[in-house]
């Protein structure tokens, strides 16, 4: 090998459990199968997937998690029946965590939703509201100075709904609660759980939409908003890219 040829980067190491959870949603796609629609037993993922039953039960046991599916002991697994408001059949399709198109379009429509609620928040707000949503960009300013995963979660949870919460729209509260149910899912098997390379950038994010709905300014608020969240997608893609592709 010759100096000037380029060496492809290793591919980064994921859990079989991960691929085969990947795996599961696109066979339900590919299916077409609808909520409440039985699924083929472990036993049939498994052959058709060339892996262990133990490994198909592990993938399921997440996709059970994200409640996408259930399984019920003595009669099988079963695509969830939910009739949350993104995942419900009428939205049309399955969203796969880890498909990049699926993650531009949920950004695109969180992207909507939030400009929006931002910019009602900074005139609906209540001293109440403005109060939560500063302890929880706070709670996540903590979950990141102490590398805990789970308390910068919770703490992004409830700054962007506390947002739409003061934005005072019952719509806005509901949509932004099942996209945001639709994010964890590519964090949890897009990403593995973990955070980021933008988490210091959204945390200072947090803080200029904080200040724009604080002062008042609907257009600052929603052009804040906007800026994180295209933020935010850029590191999502990036991340995604890296683990399935290794780029």
Known sequence: ???DEEVA???PYRPGYELVAEQILQLIAELEL???DRMPTENELAARMGTSRTVVREAVKI???LGRVRAHKGRGLYVSDDEGMLGSSRWGG???PADLDHVYMLFEF???QETAASRLAAVNATPVELRAI???AETCRRGHETGETALFDRGDDDFHLGIATASHNQFLVAAVREARRLQRQTNIIGMSGTLGGHVPGAIEEHAAIHRAICDGDPDAAARAAAVHLDNTLEDYRREIQRRVFGQ
Do not use: D
């Open 1 to 3: 090998m010759t100096s």
């Open 9 to 11: 980067p290793p591919v």
């Open 34 to 36: 609808r909520p409440g």
């Open 63 to 65: 996709l059970s998690a």
């Open 94 to 96: 399955f969203f796969l």
């Open 110 to 112: 969180r992207r909507i």
């Open 134 to 136: 500063e302890t929880a």
